[in-house]
């Protein structure tokens, strides 16, 4: 551990990528978690408790270009502190005709411009996301560096024999959610392939009663899962569907790409940019063609999952994302 490095970490404990970032600091630094409430009576305590870590800390390191993230940041400068913000995707975002990204109103758009003007160092998981926040936030991108997020081979790996079986994981509760990560076209596809087993995790509420109405009886639905739930279905799932409006740099797209599921994605800058030559392409909307696409995948051999998973491993793997971080860290703290 590098001595005298304190650092105030502002997240969600709930997130995996984010406890993952905590995780990897955690083996180098003193790091402090400051866990984002729930509910809002909880926060001016979160306040009072920001202001205490952030005085004694050296480095604050926040996810997403949130309103408590700008309020970190700002403390961080008022303390002659320095700061990190790591961007997963919304809050680079600006799709008015979906009501979606943190550009799309001024609630959000503040403060996200406050940290892309302020923060010592905006880290951004896909290449892409930095041009946005130029074009958006209207600044230099000096401070902007392209870190994409690490995932471990050894936990994410095939197990036992492929079934002919589909399957996505969104994170969906609202109707929103649901256009966004292409679930209409999940169902529509799964309508044409009736012979084929279709499941949905991490759907519920409305996202859920929605869907159901418009999935056909092959499509299963599952709520929120374990890592260990999901390593299991992405172990036997000869097919992940990653059929989003846009992304970041989507986790489970990743994860199960390790466990050698053949991937079908969209045409979205950041699903393509994991995908690369190992899938198959889909046009945003399109469930015919999503339906096409996901019969090949399944008549195809292993070496096409293998090769995913090799992707994967080339890309973005874990030992990759901790040297890197470590280094950004310590040339931030070294700067007066």
């Excluded at 320095?82 to 919304?90: D, I, T």
């Excluded at 999940?186 to 996202?207: E, K, Q, Y």
Aim: aromatic residues 10%; glycine residues 6%; positive net charge.
């Amino acid at each position: 551990m590098v001595k005298g490095v304190r650092i105030a970490f502002v997240g969600d404990v709930h997130s995996s990528f984010t406890q993952h970032d905590c995780d990897i600091l955690s083996q180098f630094f003193d790091v402090h978690m400051i866990s984002l409430p729930k509910k809002m009576g909880q926060w001016f305590t979160l306040a009072i408790q920001l202001v205490r870590e952030v005085r004694r800390c050296d480095l604050s390191f926040c996810w997403f270009a949130s309103p408590f993230s700008a309020f970190t940041v700002l403390l961080s400068r008022v303390f002659n502190k320095k700061s990190v913000v790591v961007v997963g995707g919304y809050d680079a975002a600006y799709l008015p005709e979906f009501s979606y990204g943190a550009f799309t109103n001024l609630k959000e758009k503040i403060p996200a411009v406050y940290i892309y003007k302020h923060a010592d160092k905006i880290l951004v998981v896909n290449q892409a996301l930095k041009d946005e926040i130029i074009k958006n936030a209207h600044v230099s991108g000096e401070t902007i560096e392209f870190l994409p997020t690490g995932f471990d081979p050894k936990f994410w790996k095939p197990n036992g024999t492929k079934e002919n079986l589909v399957i996505t994981v969104a994170g969906a509760n609202t109707i929103l959610r649901v256009k966004i990560k292409g679930l209409e076209t999940f169902v529509g596809a799964a309508a044409d392939c009736p012979n084929t087993r279709f499941l949905l995790i991490s759907v519920t509420d409305l996202a859920k009663e929605y869907l159901k109405k418009l999935a056909p009886n092959n499509v299963e639905f599952a709520g929120y899962l374990s890592q260990h739930e999901i390593l299991s279905y992405y172990q036997k799932a000869k097919v992940y569907c990653q059929l989003s409006l846009r992304e970041g740099l989507p986790t489970a797209l990743c994860e199960a790409m390790l466990c050698e599921c053949i991937p079908v994605g969209s045409e979205a800058i950041g699903v393509q940019s994991v995908i690369g030559d190992t899938g198959f392409s889909v046009k945003y909307g399109d469930s015919k063609q999503a339906a096409t696409m996901i019969q090949r995948a399944l008549a195809s051999g292993d070496e096409q999952g293998k090769n995913a998973r090799e992707r994967i491993i080339s890309l973005f793997h874990e030992e990759k994302k901790k040297q890197r971080l470590q280094q950004v860290i310590l040339e931030i703290v070294s700067k007066k």
